[in-house]
């Protein structure tokens, strides 16, 4: 997974920058975001990322396995919302200590970022920590400053043209890294929506303020939770060439292409997703 040598590492160096908050992601996940991203075409699809937690100076939510829940939306083209029943089953996993954290991811089939409703959803997700994990979170960690919940980010995968990973938290600045046998192969750390890209802060305001997206919330609740939106965008094709070749095929026989063995793998995610899809 990630060696602990290589966590103190990045914790060091964090400490350095006064980032407290990292998201890790294992091969596997980043195995699925390529794979969903492929798989997904008309309608957005999704699931659980689950993880550990592993805490330094700075708190590592560490994904390396997911679940691929069914899209219950009325409206699937423009919106997910998980399985409740799923949705049951992963929390007991978190509960019952099999992983410490979690995280829903969803995809577009476009290629539009997050929208107002992704990130006013996060904020509003609500998800019972359990009290022995609470103990050991950061306060900063805990949302809303004191509510029981913990600070999960929010993944995004965008299709289109090119397929892009938005990875976005709620009031939080974060170290993001992808890993590879303990090898970091793609690191990049948050900037603030407002910031980097203020028109398309203004645009997702914008749709509120005319009615053109609902959302429930008082537009304050809406320009705070963009306000303090932090992201990290990945070109997903980037992330798949730092991957190293997972089969090494020796002798001019038997030899077969890259392509023919991402085929193979992408075939075994397949059937891997839809394995997990019938264990809930
Ligand atoms: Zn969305």
Do not use: I
């Given at each position: 997974m990630i060696s602990e040598d290589t966590l103190r590492k990045i914790d060091r160096w964090m400490r350095n920058w006064g980032l407290d908050y990292a998201i890790i992601v294992t091969r596997d996940i980043v195995d699925y975001f390529t794979d969903i991203a492929r798989a997904t075409d008309r309608v957005e699809m999704g699931g659980f990322l689950l993880g550990k937690l592993w805490m330094n100076h700075a708190a590592f939510y560490i994904y390396h396995d997911f679940v691929q829940v069914r899209n219950v939306s009325s409206t699937p083209e423009n919106s997910y919302i998980p399985d409740p029943n799923s949705t049951v089953e992963v929390a007991w996993m978190v509960r019952e200590g099999k992983y410490d954290v979690l995280a829903v991811m969803h995809t577009h089939p476009?290629?539009?970022?997050?929208s107002v409703v992704d990130l006013v959803s996060l904020r509003t997700f609500r998800f019972h920590v359990p009290p022995a994990l609470r103990s050991r979170l950061?306060?900063?960690?805990?949302?809303?400053?004191?509510?029981s919940q913990g600070a999960y980010p929010g993944f995004l995968v965008a299709d289109g043209e090119s397929p892009t990973l938005y990875c976005y938290t709620y009031d939080l600045p974060f170290y993001f890294a992808a890993v590879e046998d303990g090898r970091i192969i793609y690191d990049d750390t948050s900037v603030r929506l407002f910031d980097e890209d203020p028109s398309y802060y203004k645009y997702l305001e914008r749709c509120v303020e005319k009615g053109i997206?609902?959302?429930?919330?008082?537009i304050d609740f809406v320009r705070w939770t963009l306000f303090f939106t932090h992201f990290v965008k990945v070109p997903i094709n980037e992330l798949e060439k730092r991957l190293s070749p997972e089969i090494v095929i020796g002798g001019r026989e038997g030899e077969v292409s890259i392509r023919e063995i991402a085929e193979e793998i992408r075939e075994k995610m397949k059937r891997e997703i839809e394995r997990r899809l019938r264990q809930l």
């Open positions: 476009d290629d539009a970022a997050f950061p306060p900063d960690l805990v949302t809303e400053r004191g509510a997206v609902k959302v429930g919330k008082p």
